[in-house]
Nanobody
Framework: QLVESGGGLVQPGGSLRLSCTTP????????IGWFRQAPGKEREGVAS????????KYSDSVKGRFTTSRDNTRKVVYLQMISLNQEDTAVYYC????????????????????WGQGTQVTVSS
């Protein structure tokens, strides 16, 4: 139900911006989480943003390099990634849960109800 876009191949030190949207419903009243899964590893939460956009959280592995934001006019959520390195190579997912739900741990995947199919990010020279 969610659609991620913006992934691709980038050189180390490069940047990418991922987008998350859905054609099915209004994304504005949903908290959004960003997750990634590298080959052979468990999926991990890297960023989250509240429905109003006033609260964000980042994992230690991406803090200072990734920024999530949302444009509620355009009904899209972004994950801006800079200073990418090979450890950032993974399939990136966005996930959503309605704001009526009290989210305790915004980087934990079982807090979210709806998921996208993911977009591949590959960092390689």
């Amino acid at each position: 139900q969610l659609v991620e876009s913006g992934g691709g191949l980038v050189q180390p030190g490069g940047s990418l911006r991922l987008s998350c949207t859905t054609p099915i419903y209004d994304l504005n009243p949903y908290h959004i989480g960003w997750f990634r899964q590298a080959p052979g590893k468990e999926r991990e939460g890297v960023a989250s943003i509240s429905s109003g956009g006033d609260s964000t959280k980042y994992s230690d592995s991406v803090k200072g390099r990734f920024t999530t934001s949302r444009d509620n006019t355009r009904k899209v959520v972004y994950l801006q990634m800079i200073s990418l390195n090979q450890e950032d190579t993974a399939v990136y997912y966005c996930a959503a849960v309605h704001e009526i739900v009290v989210v305790q741990e915004p980087l934990r995947e079982d807090e979210y109800m709806y998921w996208g199919q993911g977009t591949q990010v590959t960092v390689s020279s």
